[in-house]
């Protein structure tokens, strides 16, 4: 199983990956044998990878990066770099590889501290691996300063140097950036792409597999998430209820409490495994003593890993409320689509009955305004408006219609 099997409904982009991991394996080998390397070639040191919400860019880009530092013994034979299961392949997959750095946003914005080793670190050969990668997940997420550190490495690289940057479209990344960049536009999957995925690799019962892809528009790891967690299946549910509970104003106060306390939890739960392994493995990096004391002249290091962790959990929150915002966005396209007689598909077919009580009592303008509001809720919430004023402001619009 080659790592482009994980790309569901790419298979262009896979083809054109898969021709430049062959360009790349050749320069490689040119440059160990001191041969001349191929006149032409698919390779480039900088790629810029986007599309939808879903579409997989990351994944794209890992799968990428290795195809890059796969070793397999079948290359020799005429093999295609990235066999999914040689040495450098996995370790990219896993996420230790050691020429594969990775950053994320870890608040709202990736700042230029958190870019500065991973630029120096760009001007640096391979350690054990073919290249040295960089794989940037939030691109958009870059800030000025951070944006420009990305840009003077991208700009003059290293011979064996590689960045793969991932954004949702073109115009999230600065124009002097994706100038220098190989430009791949993902699509997103089709449902019963993603179904059959669910299936084959997840074991998932078919009917099931259909439900969760539909449910999330071809979104792979959605999809993944609500057909294998039953919790992730309960808090869709909770929010899809959400619409009937709008009838009072005590009724939108406490709907998007709920909503809000429940994204809060979310990221608790998770901040709970990750900031104490975390914070465990940097005292024993730094020689805490027995009873957890740390040595002098560590706090520093112990309160940037604390605020880190602090901008990591808002992260989390938001990312929580911002899929129950797509859940609440596709349950009104439902209603619009059966209040015009619409004959696409219905993203919450097991909610028909809801759904139709609602087109019923609304009409296609007040279901219009109510797709505004959550829409609002968005954008307030990535301008830093308390998560509560913000879904409160959306519940008490979609009550008005």
């Known amino acids: 199983m080659t790592v482009w099997d994980d790309l569901v409904g790419q298979e262009k982009v896979s083809e054109q990956l898969a021709a430049a991991a062959r360009d790349a394996d050749a320069l490689v080998t040119a440059a160990s044998a001191g041969t001349a390397p191929p006149e032409t070639s698919s390779m480039t040191h900088a790629w810029l990878f986007t599309g939808p919400p879903g579409a997989g860019r990351i994944r794209t880009a890992r799968a ?10 079948d290359r020799a034979l005429g093999g295609v770099p990235g066999c999914g299961f040689c040495d450098g392949c996995h370790t990219v997959l896993v996420g230790t590889h050691a020429d594969v750095s990775t950053v994320a946003a870890v608040g709202a914005e990736i700042l230029v501290k958190d870019m500065r080793d991973t630029v120096r670190k760009s001007y640096t050969a391979p ?10 997940e939030d691109a958009e997420r870059l800030n000025e300063k951070s944006a420009n550190a ?12 590689v960045w793969l940057l991932c954004a949702p479209s073109l115009e999230d990344v600065l124009p002097t950036i994706r100038s220098r960049c190989r430009h791949l536009n993902l699509r997103t999957p089709s449902v019963d792409a993603v179904a059959d995925m669910l299936v084959r690799r997840e074991g998932v019962e078919p009917a099931v597999a259909a439900a969760a892809a539909r449910a999330t528009q071809g979104h792979v790891d959605r999809a993944r998430r609500l057909a294998t967690d039953p919790a992730a299946r309960e808090r869709r549910a ?25 994204a809060a939890e979310d990221a608790k739960q998770l901040a709970e495994e990750r900031d104490g392994k975390e914070t465990d493995e940097l005292k024993a990096a730094m020689g805490a003593v027995q009873g957890g004391r740390m040595p002098r002249g560590t706090a520093g290091v112990m309160k940037d890993l604390e605020e880190m962790q602090k901008r990591r959990r808002t992260r989390t929150q938001r990312d929580s409320l911002d899929v129950a915002l797509s859940d609440l966005t596709a349950f009104y396209r439902d209603v619009l689509a059966l209040q015009l007689g619409s004959r696409i598909a219905l993203s919450n077919a097991d909610a028909e009955d809801t759904l139709e009580r609602l087109a019923r009592a609304g009409t296609p303008e007040s279901t219009l305004r109510r797709i505004e509001a959550i ?8 301008r830093n408006v308390p ?3 913000a879904v409160e402001a959306m519940t008490m619009a979609l009550r008005a219609g």
């Open 64 to 73: 990428f990066a290795a195809a890059l530092q796969c070793v397999s013994p």
């Open 127 to 136: 350690a054990t691996g073919r290249w040295q990668v960089i794989l940037v």
């Open 150 to 161: 990305v840009l003077k490495a991208v700009e003059e690289p290293a011979p064996r140097t």
């Open 238 to 262: 909770a929010v899809l209820k959400l619409p009937l509970r709008v009838q009072d104003v005590g009724g939108c106060l406490k709907a998007a409490q709920e909503l809000v306390d429940a």
């Open 375 to 382: 829409a609002a809720c968005g954008v307030a919430l990535d």
């Open 387 to 389: 998560p509560l004023l």
